[in-house]
C-alpha cells in the first residue's frame, strides 16, 4: 500500500492503494465515483474511459502509481450540469439504449472534439471505433459527435 496524491476533476485526492491498483477501481471502489464503468477490464471495449490530460484513456489497465502528475478527468467532472456539448448532443439525439457503456463513449467523443473540434465522418469513426456498445447504438453516437462539433 501506498499513499496517493491525485489529481481528479480539479480536486486533490489522496487514496491510500496497492501500487498496481488500476484507476478503474480507485474511482469506483476508493472515491465512489462510479460513473466510470467496468466493461472487459482488458483495455478492449472502452467503458472505463477517461481524460489524462485531455487525452482519453482506458483507466482499467492504468496504475495509480502511473498518473499521479496527470489531470485526470472522469465523466463526474466532464462538466457542472451536464451541459457539456457532448451531453447535451447525447440527450438530443437519445443515444443510450442500456446506457452502460455511454460514460465511456462520451469520454472519448469528448476528447477527440477538444483535440479536433470539426471531425471529418471518418475521423469521427477511427475515434470511436474502440468503444464497443452492445445495443449498437452506434449511428446515434455518430451523429450526436457530429452534432456536438458544429
Ligand atoms: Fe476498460 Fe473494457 S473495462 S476497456
Known sequence: MAQYNLNINGKSLKVDVDTNTPMLWVLRDHLDMVG??????????????????????????LPVSAVEDAKITTIEGLSENGDHPVQQAWMEHDVPQCGYCQAGQIMTAAALLQQNPSPSDEEIENAMNGNICRCGTYLRIKAAVKTASQ
Open 36 to 61: 466510470t464503468k467496468f466493461g472487459c477490464g482488458i483495455a478492449q471495449c472502452g467503458a472505463c474511459t477517461i481524460h489524462l490530460d485531455g487525452n482519453a484513456v482506458r483507466s482499467c489497465q
